[in-house]
């Protein structure tokens, strides 16, 4: 009998801790290798993580569309390519191959312990190979912010802000997974307004607080994906920590906006949660007010409950968690992201990446970076050791988490983490 992959009362053979982001409702996609094998495609489930290309030799993801080839590559692009369907399709097998009634897998001793093997001995890859990435900027809080900081709270959101989701192209070829250290970067920016600019490492190196969604094959050039159609082209989200060099930003942005104090690096969680496991999620998006164009409406609920948080290890391994958000905290949903991206005409590409923005809530401990976190470096956060932080400092660790619902089912992220490296030497 067919149960839909959603089902709260679903349980699996696989033992799931409490609290795991990775019960069988979840069933995320990633990459990963482990005692030198090639890395293959992957699903977790509690602790545990099933590789896929060992079901797909043994037969057991026949029939889904699905080339046989693509659970032997080194990332998601080949799953994608048959599309929604395809994936969903694919989710639905694995949920039944995982339930605790089904033999199959659970009863196979052989089967099972060449496709089954702990989290921890794999080495995650990044999921996709990224094509493009773009940056959005949609919460509003956050914009509010920082346009209080840098012009003045009665003119913090700029005139176009409310009419479009604001976004610029990011870099993709430094965006990496957890668990990458990130060297602190170096470059030019000013110590007083009034001073010559010098060069050096960055003195104010930042988190970004964000979410972000993978595409699949959008349409041809020339060609627009409207708001109602938008979600059937993304896989899934990550976590994402969009780390940024404000001292850098600040003084090159003039006037075509982030260069090299944003794309020295971008971290993503390695598992992809589909969109399809966050629907029991789903939440009311917020009023607009003014109304929206109407290539940008949208029916219904376009937006999501994840708790998200970021936290600071410091050398000793402890951490203090310097924020608590929500991904519903966005003024522009997924759907309003893409369609704007794609109502000139401009085509998205199977493995594209685009980042909400930094997500602030309204309270001050729900801001998603430390440049609003610390107000500019004049309000510093006190660490669990007593040391205090305006910006990151070397061997900082950040850490971001996020999960869906809470009690009987809770849809995770896992984490993104990196290590913050001291700048390379200039000779
Ligand atoms: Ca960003």
Same mark, same amino acid.
């Given at each position: 009998?067919?149960?839909?992959?959603?089902?709260?009362?679903?349980?699996?053979?696989? *033992?799931?801790?409490?609290?795991?982001?990775?019960?069988?409702?979840?069933?995320?996609?990633?990459?990963?290798?482990?005692?030198?094998?090639?890395?293959?495609?992957?699903?977790?489930?509690?602790?545990?993580?099933?590789?896929?290309?060992?079901?797909? /030799?043994?037969?057991?993801?026949?029939?889904?569309?699905?080339?046989?080839?693509?659970?032997?590559?080194?990332?998601?692009?080949?799953?994608?390519?048959?599309?929604?369907?395809?994936?969903?399709?694919?989710? @639905?097998?694995?949920?039944?191959?995982?339930?605790?009634?089904?033999?199959?897998?659970?009863?196979?001793?052989?089967?099972?312990?060449?496709?089954?093997?702990?989290?921890?001995?794999?080495?995650?890859?990044?999921?996709?190979?990224?094509?493009?990435?773009? $940056?959005?900027?949609?919460?509003?809080? !956050?914009?509010?912010?920082?346009?209080?900081?840098?012009?003045?709270?009665?003119?913090?959101?700029?005139?176009?802000?409310?009419?479009?989701?604001?976004?610029?192209?990011?870099?993709?070829?430094?965006?990496?997974?957890? &668990?990458?250290?990130?060297?602190?970067?170096? &470059?030019?920016?000013?110590?007083? *307004?009034?001073?010559?600019?010098?060069?050096?490492?960055?003195?104010?190196?930042?988190?970004?607080?964000?979410?972000?969604?993978?595409?699949?094959?959008?349409?041809?050039?020339?060609?627009?994906?409207? %708001?109602?159609?938008?979600?059937?082209?993304?896989?899934?989200?990550?976590?994402?920590?969009?780390?940024?060099?404000?001292?850098?930003?600040?003084?090159?942005?003039?006037?075509?906006?982030?260069?090299?104090?944003?794309?020295?690096?971008?971290?993503?969680?390695?598992?992809?949660?589909?969109? $399809?496991?966050?629907?029991?999620?789903?939440?009311?998006?917020? /009023? @607009?007010?003014?109304?929206?164009?109407?290539?940008?409406?949208? @029916?219904?609920? !376009? !937006?999501?409950?994840?708790?998200?948080?970021?936290?600071?290890?410091?050398?000793?391994?402890?951490? %203090?968690?310097?924020?608590?958000?929500?991904?519903?905290?966005?003024?522009?949903?997924?759907?309003?992201?893409?369609?704007?991206?794609?109502?000139?005409?401009?085509?998205?590409?199977?493995?594209?990446?685009?980042?909400?923005? %930094?997500?602030?809530?309204?309270? *001050? /401990?729900?801001? &998603?970076?430390?440049?609003?976190?610390?107000?500019?470096?004049?309000?510093?956060?006190?660490? !669990?050791?007593? %040391?205090?932080?305006?910006?990151?400092?070397?061997?900082?660790?950040?850490?971001?988490?996020?999960?869906?619902?809470?009690?009987?089912?809770?849809?995770?992220?896992? /984490?993104?983490?990196?290590?913050?490296? *001291?700048?390379?030497?200039?000779?």
């Amino acid at each position: 009998m067919t149960i839909p992959a959603n089902d709260p009362a679903l349980r699996s053979w696989v *033992p799931v801790p409490e609290g795991s982001d990775f019960p069988i409702q979840n069933l995320p996609l990633g990459v990963g290798a482990w005692n030198g094998v090639a890395a293959v495609p992957l699903t977790r489930i509690g602790d545990r993580a099933l590789d896929l290309s060992v079901l797909a /030799e043994a037969g057991l993801l026949n029939g889904l569309g699905l080339a046989r080839e693509a659970f032997d590559a080194p990332a998601l692009n080949p799953l994608m390519a048959a599309g929604k369907a395809g994936v969903r399709a694919l989710r @639905q097998r694995l949920s039944e191959l995982l339930r605790h009634d089904n033999p199959v897998l659970r009863d196979d001793n052989t089967l099972r312990d060449a496709a089954l093997v702990a989290a921890d001995q794999v080495s995650m890859h990044l999921p996709v190979v990224v094509g493009d990435y773009t $940056d959005f900027y949609s919460s509003r809080q !956050h914009a509010y912010n920082v346009g209080c900081m840098f012009r003045d709270p009665a003119n913090a959101l700029l005139p176009n802000w409310l009419h479009l989701p604001v976004g610029y192209h990011g870099r993709a070829s430094s965006i990496v997974v957890s &668990g990458t250290p990130i060297r602190r970067p170096m &470059g030019q920016y000013k110590t007083a *307004p009034d001073a010559p600019p010098v060069f050096g490492a960055s003195r104010q190196l930042d988190m970004e607080l964000e979410v972000a969604f993978i595409t699949f094959k959008g349409k041809a050039l020339g060609e627009r994906i409207g %708001t109602g159609e938008a979600e059937d082209r993304i896989l899934g989200l990550v976590l994402f920590n969009d780390w940024s060099a404000r001292d850098i930003q600040a003084w090159e942005y003039v006037p075509l906006g982030p260069f090299l104090g944003k794309n020295f690096g971008s971290s993503v969680s390695p598992w992809v949660v589909l969109l $399809d496991a966050l629907e029991p999620f789903r939440t009311a998006s917020p /009023e @607009q007010d003014p109304p929206v164009l109407p290539y940008l409406r949208q @029916q219904g609920a !376009h !937006h999501f409950d994840i708790a998200l948080e970021a936290a600071i290890a410091t050398g000793d391994g402890r951490e %203090t968690v310097i924020s608590r958000t929500n991904f519903k905290h966005q003024y522009w949903s997924m759907a309003q992201q893409l369609a704007h991206h794609t109502v000139n005409g401009c085509n998205v590409r199977c493995g594209d990446l685009m980042a909400s923005g %930094t997500i602030s809530g309204e309270a *001050p /401990e729900s801001y &998603g970076s430390l440049l609003e976190l610390t107000w500019k470096g004049t309000r510093p956060l006190k660490l !669990h050791d007593g %040391t205090e932080r305006r910006f990151l400092e070397d061997g900082d660790t950040l850490v971001m988490r996020g999960h869906a619902g809470h009690g009987a089912v809770r849809v995770g992220f896992g /984490e993104v983490r990196g290590t913050v490296l *001291p700048a390379l030497p200039y000779l």
